[in-house]
């Protein structure tokens, strides 16, 4: 305790500056909120991205409103960096970076993080991975066009995709993200391993904190062997060596080994943390302890060593010896054991709640209802026979937007609700938050059910015109599509609504208490918005789990991780 | 069921149908049953005033029970379809039944070659039919298809047919199919191949005995062709 009280002081004497304060922070919380902000700054392109390829398919050859016309190779280019942006600059800097870095020590008690100077570093280098990343948009040539998988050839030689500069940019940009969170990662897995409050054991750790945890260890662990790839992938792009070219010994089919092996396990990574999030917000708006969260626990250990095992299911068609698919097959369909396992538990947590529906909850419960869907439609892809089929069609790209979505957009929607009040100090208003919830969660079904269906029919991805296809190109199929665009600019336009909510409420919003939901975790019984330090008088310590909510013989229905008993 | 949309012409397209059927009415299952569940518990257990919250720790065996049976019902419903899909697997992809003829598919960007066995029925002979985005199958034959790319990766796929197979510089990968009914389909790539990925769309027509002898009949033969 004593050494705490030191670096605390130190922080107080500290006069802070513009710059010491806002840009070149050490602090967990400036850090988390710089995160933040970066990644909805890049939503906001990826999104944009979304509306510019979505209104060429709606309306193919138009010259689409603040864009002009897209060409084929501007249309590429536009879904591979919506992907990559999305992912990389956006599920994995706000779900894992912002609230990791906000969450860990408010929620196990502890001033900042082990290393905040890497900490800084860490956003540094993810600050510079998006710098490099928009660059290359704007290079000759334009942008990277070889989808985000970025298999090679196309993505390896110039000759064939026509986009030198753009692809190793691309690639480097992305290589850079890594090692932002690979620095971010050990920071994490650090902290909450020795920062911990004293009285905090390991069943003691919020779900959330476990899970961005666990996230970060299955992206250091799934991301070396991706990196080496890389390594050969900008190799053959720059000294024109033939690691993926089999004109000179390579084999293409090993990069999609390698991207997959760390690409499947990715999922994970960002699922994760969306999970533990909604697991929180739902045990403190049902009032309820989280049903058998030591079944949880291991549930998603198990799951995240599962999902090793799993990656090749994206390649069954790709040239894999055909024997192969069986083991694949099997791995893949066994996930669904864990991943059922977790919506059974979230289910029964609700059992005998008291519930509220308030803005947080209603994103909690989405991404539940709407992640279910992601997941089962995944059932037919890791079915090798079905793949056949399925595989590179729309059902795939629906499937997967039922899970990213909830992932990264209701997961992040969900956690920025919950915790506003304790990030600004300030409510946000509940009434506008639920008009923005239905305005982005109705229409993202409609943009996703019309393309499940084209997807069984036989529409097939990244084509950026489909009057070259008679079959698909029926008049019908032209209306689903824009029912599909139309719904998304409803979307886009309703995340207007939350970014005025934001930040009116940010500077006007009505001043919150320390523990407006009346949650039980060690964040709340901090100041809303927690000082430099986080706990100026003295760091808290802990008696129980996060959890104990309407706990029986007591006349409160929360029972604070921090009281004595 | 996508037949309605997507005529199924391959002897293995209903296999991979009923397929799909299987797991859309396992999945369908557990899906409607986990949302009704859902939404009925967020109905039934919303908040109300002097009404609190029961304590469930779910630590317990009787708790336990209420996930743990769904969930060896679920490991059950995953060996049912495992089985469906290795079985159907290994028919289209694992095995080789003997050809009738053979053609070969090569991917470049952005065209697919088909080159047809002529009037022989070989490949690699003088009578070799090349052609362009166009695929000329006889109903009711068995073909094995040796498929390859120039340049970067690009997908054989074949919609009535349900198949799909990459095409990897450097190899040469062999597959089958059976044409089961006549007419004239979309072939795509499902791999994307650069810039003109979104044109590279070609043709297979499927004929009677008859239809393709006379096309065969009335092609130039490949080296004579190319001798011009």
């Known amino acids: 305790m004593a050494t705490a009280d030191i670096t605390t002081d130190a922080h107080h004497h500290h006069e802070q500056t513009f710059w010491s304060k806002y840009v070149f922070s050490t602090d967990h919380k400036m850090i988390a909120m710089q995160y933040m902000f970066t990644g909805m700054f890049m939503a906001a392109i990826g999104g944009f991205m979304a509306y510019v390829f979505r209104m060429q398919l709606a309306f193919p050859g138009m010259e689409v409103p603040l864009f002009g016309l897209v060409g084929p190779n501007d249309y590429n280019a536009l879904i591979t960096n919506h992907g990559t942006i999305m992912i990389f600059w956006v599920a994995m800097p706000v779900l894992i970076a912002a609230f990791g870095n906000f969450l860990i020590p408010l929620m196990i008690g502890c001033d900042d993080m082990v290393f905040p100077k890497i900490n800084r570093l860490s956003y540094q280098i993810f600050l510079l991975s998006a710098v490099i990343l928009l660059i290359s948009l704007a290079v000759p040539g334009g942008g990277f066009a070889g989808a985000w998988t970025a298999y090679p050839p196309l993505s390896a030689q110039a000759q064939y995709s026509g986009t030198a500069l753009g692809s190793t940019l691309w690639l480097v940009a992305v290589a850079l993200e890594f090692v932002a969170f690979l620095l971010g990662g050990i920071n994490f897995v650090t902290t909450a391993m020795n920062s911990r409050a004293p009285g905090m054991k390991m069943y003691d750790i919020p779900m959330v904190i476990w899970m961005i945890v666990i996230a970060s260890v299955l992206f250091m662990a799934s991301v070396g062997p991706l990196i080496a790839g890389a390594i050969m992938l900008f190799m053959d792009q720059v000294v024109g060596t033939g690691f993926y070219d089999p004109a000179r010994g390579g084999d293409p089919v090993l990069w999609q080994h390698l991207f997959w092996f760390f690409g499947h396990p990715e999922v994970y990574v960002v699922l994760l943390p969306a999970l533990g999030i909604t697991a929180d917000i739902m045990c403190v708006f049902a009032r309820k302890k989280l049903f058998a969260y030591r079944t949880a626990l291991w549930t998603v250990f198990g799951t995240g060593i599962l999902s090793f095992t799993v990656w090749a299911h994206h390649q069954f068609v790709a040239g894999i010896d055909p024997r192969m698919a069986h083991i694949f097959t099997v791995t893949t369909l066994l996930i669904s054991i864990p991943i059922a396992e977790l919506c059974f538990i979230y289910i029964a947590t609700l059992y005998g709640g008291s519930i509220t529906l308030s803005t947080p909850m209603l994103w909690a419960l989405a991404f539940v209802a709407e992640f279910l869907i992601g997941g089962v439609t995944g059932i037919f892809l890791g079915a090798s026979g079905a793949d056949i089929y399925f595989h590179d069609t729309y059902f795939v790209l629906a499937h997967f937007h039922y899970t990213f979505f909830p992932i990264a957009i209701i997961g992040t929607f969900a956690g920025i609700t919950m915790w506003f009040p304790k990030m600004f100090g300030r409510y946000m208003s509940e009434f506008w938050g639920k008009v923005h919830f239905w305005g982005t969660v109705i229409p993202f079904n409609i943009i996703f059910i019309p393309l499940f269906f084209l997807g069984t029919i036989g529409q097939h991805r990244r084509i950026y015109d489909y009057t070259n296809f008679p079959e698909l190109s029926l008049p019908w199929m032209q209306d689903l599509r824009q029912l599909a665009t139309v719904a998304l600019i409803v979307m886009l336009l309703f995340q207007f609504i939350f970014l005025i909510n934001m930040f009116y409420s940010m500077f006007r919003g009505k001043k919150a208490p320390k523990n407006p939901w009346r949650a039980n975790t060690l964040e709340w019984t901090t100041e809303s918005p927690p000082p430099h330090g986080n706990w100026p008088e003295g760091l808290p310590e802990v008696y129980r789990g996060p959890y104990e909510y309407s706990t029986p013989g007591r006349d409160e229905d929360y029972w604070p991780q921090n009281v004595p008993s | ?228």
């Not at chain 2, 009914?181 to 979309?186: H, L, M, Q, W």
């Not at chain 2, 499902?190 to 009677?208: S, V």
Request: net charge neutral.
């Open chain 2, 1 to 228: 069921m996508i037949e309605r949309y997507l005529v199924a012409a391959s002897s293995y397209a209903q296999d991979i149908d009923n397929l799909i059927l299987l797991i859309a009415v396992l999945v369908g299952f557990w899906l409607v049953l986990c949302e009704v569940v859902f939404f009925y518990f967020i109905w039934r257990f919303r908040a109300r005033d002097g009404h609190k919250a029961e304590y469930v720790s779910g630590e317990n065996k009787a708790h336990k029970r209420w996930i743990t049976i769904p969930h060896l019902l679920v490991l059950v419903c995953d060996v049912f379809i495992i089985y469906g899909a290795v079985r159907v697997w290994v028919n289209v992809k694992q095995t080789l039944p003997p050809p009738d003829a053979t053609v070969r598919v090569i991917g470049q960007q952005w065209a697919w070659t088909f080159v047809h066995p002529g009037a022989d029925g070989k490949l690699d002979t003088a009578d070799d039919i090349a052609k362009i985005d166009e695929l000329h199958v006889e109903v009711g034959k068995t073909y094995h298809y040796e498929l390859s790319a120039r340049d970067v990766l690009h997908s054989f796929s074949v919609p009535v047919f349900r198949l799909k197979q990459d095409a990897v510089p450097g190899r040469i990968i062999r597959g089958w199919f059976e044409p089961t009914k006549t007419g004239e389909y979309s072939v795509q790539c499902a791999e994307i191949c650069g810039m003109g990925h979104g044109l590279m769309g070609a043709r297979i027509m499927i004929e009677t005995p008859g239809e393709h002898a006379a096309w065969v009949a009335g092609q130039k033969p490949l080296s004579l062709a190319s001798a011009r």
